[in-house]
């Protein structure tokens, strides 16, 4: 089950190695709504003391949201891009 990051605290997370995945919607230029998601592995970080889990806390802030499942030893990063792209049906309403 996926978590908010900021609602698991470090004792869920210490001493654990988790896989980093980036997930990317990327946006309609139109509707500003969702087109498709890419995911992508970025690395692994092992939580060992709590200033690994402040960097990590810190380092949430730039992306629109992060998530951490904790079964599966697994966080999400969620952020978006504008691809220059648009639906289809998007622009036949043009
Ligand atoms: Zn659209």
Do not use: W
């Not at 629109?64 to 891009?81: C, G, L, M, Q, S």
Request: aromatic content about 8%; glycine content about 2%; some cysteine.
């Amino acid at each position: 089950m996926k978590k908010a990051l900021q609602t698991v605290k470090f004792k869920e997370m210490e001493k654990k190695i988790f896989e980093v995945t980036l997930i990317t919607e990327r946006l309609c230029e139109i509707c500003d709504r969702i087109i498709d998601t890419k995911e992508k592995v970025m690395k692994t970080i092992h939580i060992s003391d709590r200033r690994d889990y402040d960097n990590l806390l810190m380092r949430a802030k730039i992306y629109d949201r992060a998530e951490v499942d904790i079964e599966n030893n697994k966080i999400y990063f969620h952020t978006h891009d504008y691809p220059g792209d648009v639906h289809p049906s998007c622009i036949e309403k043009l």
